[in-house]
């Protein structure tokens, strides 16, 4: 199933689409990457940060009271949403920021949507004392006030990005900006299993760890393998994390949820491998919304962390070659589902993860009451409160 | 042989830089750019790049950013490009299209190659392309008689440097400095050893792009490149001008005094 080259290619997605200035980086970071995943020091370095500073493993729960909305499917929650900062995001970012210290960089920048991804660099960064520079949609940096906060707290300076649509995707152009002119001292904490080769891969790497405590969580709880592993998916960095260690289990059916918004067939969604057409965005070959001149269409869902145009090229080709399927969630079933596990299981979680919940609903239902469904909760719903409260009308 | 071979070749022969325009197809309006092209060309510019907008230009700083948005407001596509690329070369001016790679492969590249010849266009210079990412555009503008150009930066290493140029036709464009496009203060020394370095692995002409604005800056430029390449200088003027007839008179002006720049540089 590695169907990864030199290239960093997985089928006819992946590689390299960026300006000749970046190269020397990027080869730089591939090589520090590949001799780290070898090096026991690094390992061992990155396993106690986890143990003793993200809080891994983290737990599974099983969902009881949310099962019985979903045909009576055991449901299972791999708890990422109780690392530090809330977020698998943490995963990331302490495995970037080893890299970067190995490096000899002393500034790292990123790009944030919702900015769990930012928060998570900031903390990262003032935990090895590196500069931090997040560069944030200016759209974003008023619908999540509090992220660019909590950001500041951490001693980052973040930057409103104004150009183009002044979301997550002029982020990214505004930090691969800062990586050109900067690239000498900066590292490029990308958030996403998307970018340039070696990015997908790397941040794969510093994922797969979700996936690896969970299937030996379920053999443990369950005596077997789970029927269905189902996750988010944005860039999809949090759907690979999960789904990794599960690719060569062929029986194991791998979903990932996309952001539908008022539906694919609106036009105003986020599912770029539902409603998506193969081509190049930010470095990378892979499902794009775009229109026929090649341009970027603007991508349309309730939650920020999902509202990307463009998605990871290991997604593209597990979709490609049918070892994962990719339906729709719409904002509505998405709010729904997180309404019903915050009242079912005590437990709040992201507006993103909600839509995983909610392609556990359908897809417990399909398979039935001898199911066994883990779903990937990527992260917590405290950010979202303020979204939430206004979707189901909640006075603040 | 391009009709751009040919131009380079004509200003090494007259011991000279060349000057290169840039401009946006679709800016400052679809009409607006072709008289744009006709003004740069009257002015004495070489050869001239047709940008084709792009809604992610990582590349390009604030100025070329306006621009494209400006254009792709407007409605430009790959009609308007080549458009404003036939007009151009029609005039009997080198031409060229400068585009990111999506466009290109949304149009499909064996038909984008195609369609640059067909509109007498002599090449595509495309700054995100790889050249581990090629093959199929290599075919393509072989099987096109154009000039496939590459981008290479001051970070660029010597064994990386032969690889690029050796896939390169038309002319090296060598980035001045580590950073996006926009006028500069001063250009980079950066340049100069790159060039230095480039001479040392290719035959071809080397031009210089990133930060060029001024007549003293195009003659220092000119005393050891081929070419002098300016874009974002003339955008500014666009954006800046009171109405078009003003835009097109300073865009002439500039492009009269870098015209005599990349002639006293030797």
Redesign the interface.
């Known amino acids: 199933m590695e169907s990864f080259d030199v290239l960093g290619h997985f089928g006819q997605y992946g590689g390299r689409f960026v300006p000749e200035a970046l190269i020397e980086a990027l080869d730089e970071l591939e090589a520090v990457h590949n001799q780290t995943q070898k090096d026991p020091v690094f390992l061992a370095e990155l396993a106690e940060l986890h143990r003793t500073y993200t809080g891994r493993p983290s737990i599974i729960t099983e969902a009881k009271r949310f099962s019985e909305h979903a045909g009576g499917a055991r449901i299972f929650l791999k708890r990422e949403d109780l690392n530090h900062t809330g977020s698998h995001k943490i995963n990331n970012v302490l495995g970037q920021a080893l890299l970067t210290k190995r490096m000899g960089k002393k500034r790292i920048i990123a790009e944030t949507g919702a900015g769990q991804h930012g928060v998570a660099a900031a903390t990262a960064a003032a935990l090895m004392g590196l500069k931090c520079v997040v560069y944030m949609g200016e759209e974003d940096t008023r619908r999540q006030s509090l992220n660019v906060a909590r950001m500041k707290l951490l001693g980052a300076e973040v930057v409103a990005v104004t150009s183009g649509s002044k979301t997550l995707k002029d982020a990214i152009n505004e930090a691969m900006r800062d990586w050109v002119t900067n690239v000498h001292d900066t590292h490029y904490m990308l958030g996403t299993v998307a970018g340039p080769h070696p990015f997908p891969t790397m941040v794969r790497d510093f994922h797969k760890i979700i996936g690896e405590e969970s299937r030996e969580q379920m053999l443990e709880i369950t005596g077997r393998l789970p029927d269905a592993v189902l996750a988010c998916v944005g860039g999809g960095s949090n759907a690979i994390g999960i789904f990794n260690a599960f690719i060569p289990d062929a029986n194991v059916r791998l979903i990932g949820l996309e952001a539908g918004g008022d539906g694919v067939e609106t036009g105003h969604h986020a599912a770029t491998i539902t409603g998506g057409t193969p081509g190049v965005l930010h470095g990378t070959r892979s499902y794009v919304l775009q229109d026929k001149n090649g341009q970027t269409v603007e991508s349309h869902s309730i939650s920020a962390g999902l509202d990307y145009p463009g998605v990871g090229p290991e997604h593209a080709y597990l979709h490609d070659v049918g070892r994962a399927e990719y339906r729709a969630i719409n904002d509505d079933a998405a709010m729904n589902a997180f309404a019903l596990l915050s009242k079912t299981e005590g437990i709040i979680p992201a507006i993103e993860t909600a839509h995983a919940l909610a392609g556990a609903l359908i897809i417990g239902n399909e398979l039935g009451p001898k199911a066994n469904l883990l779903i990937n909760l990527s992260g917590r719903g405290d950010k979202d409160v303020q979204t939430a409260a206004q979707y189901f009308g909640i006075p603040l | 042989m391009t009709a751009l071979d040919s131009v380079l070749e004509k200003c090494r022969a007259e011991n000279r830089a060349a000057l290169i325009a840039y401009i946006p197809a679709g800016f400052p309006s679809r009409q607006g750019c072709l008289k744009v092209i006709q003004t740069l060309v009257d002015a004495g510019v070489d050869a001239i790049e047709i940008g084709f907008p792009?809604?992610?230009?990582?590349?390009d700083?604030?100025v070329i950013?306006e621009a494209a948005?400006i254009s792709?407001k407007g409605g430009t596509?790959?009609t308007e490009v080549f458009e404003a690329l036939k007009v151009a070369s029609d005039t009997g001016t080198a031409s060229v299209v400068m585009t990111y790679?999506?466009?290109?492969?949304?149009?499909g590249v064996e038909k984008f190659a195609a369609s640059i010849a067909e509109n007498g266009g002599a090449g595509v210079i495309t700054?995100?392309?790889?050249i581990?990412?090629s093959e199929t555009w290599l075919a393509a503008t072989k099987a096109n008689s154009i000039n496939p150009i590459?981008?290479?930066?001051?970070?660029?290493?010597d064994p990386?440097l032969v690889r690029?140029t050796s896939k390169t036709g038309g002319f090296v464009y060598a980035?001045s400095s580590?950073?996006?496009t926009g006028t500069r203060e001063s250009v980079s020394i950066d340049a100069k050893d790159l060039v230095s370095r480039i001479r040392k692995v290719s035959d071809l002409p080397v031009c210089v792009g990133l930060g060029v604005s001024t007549r003293d800056q195009a003659k220092s430029l000119a005393a050891y490149a081929d070419g002098v390449i300016v874009g974002s200088a003339f955008i500014k003027l666009l954006l800046n001008a009171k109405d078009e007839q003003a835009g097109l008179e300073a865009v002439s002006q500039l492009a009269k005094e870098l015209a005599i720049g990349v002639r006293e540089g030797r």
């Open positions: 792009y809604s992610d230009p990582v590349m700083g604030p950013q948005d792709l596509g790959a790679w999506n466009p290109i492969e949304r149009y700054p995100d392309l790889t581990e990412e590459y981008v290479v930066a001051p970070s660029t290493k990386r690029v980035a580590m950073g996006v």
